[in-house]
């Protein structure tokens, strides 16, 4: 086996960190839609159950992936697959910034939430990756 000392610092990190392509996990966030939610899709359309992954979105500091879980037509659950994490800086805003746009995103039942303020870019990437799950869940 190789001894601490003769592994590089690239070795040294990639064994420290996740498995490829793999951001660190956030909790899930599930909530209660605020009452009088309304379903976030035009009239006559309707969310199917079930959980929808969003297309992959590139940012530059790394990529946004997510999941919705819809049951009885609300959305229920928000999932971050993978976020901006290639900096410790893109890191940090996405811990600060995702679990506040998904619990925004079960309150209201719409992506497009309240940017959070120092992380408008991952903000606005959410907001398209929550479009792109709902308009699969209104395939069914």
């Known amino acids: 086996s190789l001894s601490p000392s003769s592994l590089t610092t690239q070795q040294t990190l990639q064994m420290n960190l996740p498995t490829d392509g793999v951001s660190p996990p956030l909790p899930l966030v599930t909530g209660t839609p605020e009452s009088g939610a309304r379903t976030p899709v035009p009239a006559g359309a309707h969310l199917e159950d079930g959980d929808y992954v969003s297309d992959n979105h590139e940012l530059e500091w790394g990529d946004l992936k997510v999941k919705i879980s819809i049951r009885g037509g609300l959305i229920t659950g928000v999932d971050v697959?993978?976020?901006?994490?290639?900096?410790?800086q893109s890191l940090y805003l996405s811990q600060m910034a995702i679990p506040i746009l998904e619990s925004e995103v079960i309150k209201s039942q719409k992506s497009q939430v309240d940017l959070v303020s120092s992380a408008t870019d991952t903000s606005y990437a959410f907001q398209d990756t929550i479009a792109d799950a709902i308009i699969e869940a209104t395939r069914g």
Do not use: A, V
């Open 81 to 88: 697959l993978q976020f901006p994490d290639h900096r410790s």
